[in-house]
């Protein structure tokens, strides 16, 4: 556990109950769970690592990273937002707009 800033945005795939708890030394990210963090974490050990990007440094040891990090890497952005020009390569985050969108109308 860590002490994390209350007014960070929650990650992609959080609900907006979970409170990030669990913060990774080396990069950063939070998470709710210490299990997600623990999977996490194994993404910076260096002698796992499995998938390693062409067009940059990037290596990591999970399929699910490295297929996210090759779309942003390639600049694509596939998700676009119905009421906005916001476009992104991860569906998680163009829900977490799509939040945001909704909290607007509702004031």
Same mark, same amino acid.
């Given at each position: 556990?860590s002490?994390?800033? &209350?007014?960070w945005?929650l990650?992609p795939? =959080?609900? @907006? *109950?979970? @409170?990030? $708890? +669990? ?9 709710a769970r210490? %299990? /997600?963090?623990? $999977? *996490?974490?194994l993404? !910076?050990? &260096?002698?796992?690592k499995? +998938?390693?990007?062409? =067009?940059?440094?990037? /290596?990591?040891?999970?399929? %699910?990273c +490295?297929?996210k990090h090759i %779309?942003?890497c390639k600049g694509e952005k596939p998700?676009?937002? %119905?009421k906005c ?11 977490? *707009? &799509?939040? =945001? !969108? &909704?909290?607007q109308?509702?004031?």
């Amino acid at each position: 556990s860590s002490g994390i800033n &209350a007014e960070w945005p929650l990650r992609p795939g =959080m609900t @907006k *109950h979970a @409170k990030p $708890k +669990f913060k990774c030394t080396v990069c950063g990210y939070c998470c709710a769970r210490k %299990s /997600s963090l623990r $999977k *996490h974490e194994l993404t !910076h050990c &260096a002698s796992d690592k499995r +998938f390693n990007c062409t =067009m940059c440094d990037y /290596s990591v040891v999970t399929k %699910s990273c +490295f297929e996210k990090h090759i %779309s942003n890497c390639k600049g694509e952005k596939p998700y676009t937002c %119905s009421k906005c020009d916001y476009a992104t390569s991860q569906l998680g985050n163009l829900t977490t *707009h &799509a939040e =945001m !969108h &909704a909290s607007q109308e509702k004031q």
